[in-house]
């Protein structure tokens, strides 16, 4: 199975800040299925981000993602108050998902 | 609206069984698949498996083989989890969710089901 490693673990950032989120993959990911979430404590995940990069319907703009092969990014810009959570990665090979183990964004 | 609705908290001795349901509503239940995604306290979110409400096909991960069954009532719109032989590594939040196959994504969640197993 595909392995996704997220970095960096915790990410302190302030409000207005930009974000920059990795998720690298231990194989080649189709860009189609890889996709990141949101959640906040006591929460279910909320999809932001599928296909690498179409935002989800209702995401705000300043949420973008990109990359491709192995190594894929979530960015963040301008940090609203509401965007400190956890950001989780999710990739489908061979009809087998996984996620990556989450990057906790903290205000700093 | 669209939304998956699943059953309470549930308190398990080890090696006892739990099933979880997960209903459905404001979308064709038949449309898509139901996949079953679980988080250990403080921990990441792991996938399960999936199954196919048309069919009742079922793919489960090799992790779970032979201790879990996803079934489903087409007439109700619920989809069910059952996990067995309990162990208390199994205590955690069970999300259902449902798949959009065309990039398998999961874009509506349930709210969670925390089984504890003690």
């Known amino acids: 199975e595909i392995v996704l490693t997220q970095s960096p673990g915790t990410l302190s950032l302030s409000p207005g800040e930009r974000a920059t989120l990795s998720c690298r993959a231990s194989q080649s990911v189709s860009s189609r299925y890889l996709a990141w979430y949101q959640q906040k404590p006591g929460q279910a995940p909320r999809l932001l981000i599928y296909g690498a990069s179409i935002r989800a319907t209702g995401i705000p703009d300043r949420f973008s993602g990109g990359g491709s092969g192995t190594d894929f990014t979530l960015t963040i810009n301008r940090l609203e108050p509401e965007d400190f959570a956890v950001y989780y990665c999710q990739q489908c090979g061979s009809s087998v998902i996984t996620f990556g183990q989450g990057t906790r964004l903290e205000i700093k | 609206q669209v939304q998956l609705v699943q059953s309470g908290a549930e308190v398990k001795k080890p090696g006892a069984s739990v099933k979880v349901s997960c209903k459905a509503s404001g979308y064709t239940f038949n449309g898509y698949y139901m996949d079953w995604v679980r988080q250990a306290p403080g921990q990441g979110l792991e996938w399960m498996g999936r199954?196919?409400?048309?069919?009742?096909?079922?793919n489960y991960t090799q992790k779970f083989q032979g201790r879990v069954t996803m079934t489903r009532d087409t007439s109700i719109s619920t989809a069910y989890m059952e996990l067995s032989r309990l162990r208390s590594d199994d205590t955690a939040v069970y999300y259902c969710?449902?798949?959009?196959?065309?990039?398998?994504?999961?874009?509506?969640w349930g709210q969670g089901t925390m089984v504890t197993v003690s």
């Open positions: 199954i196919n409400p048309n069919s009742g096909a079922t």
């Open positions: 969710a449902r798949l959009v196959t065309l990039y398998d994504v999961f874009d509506i």
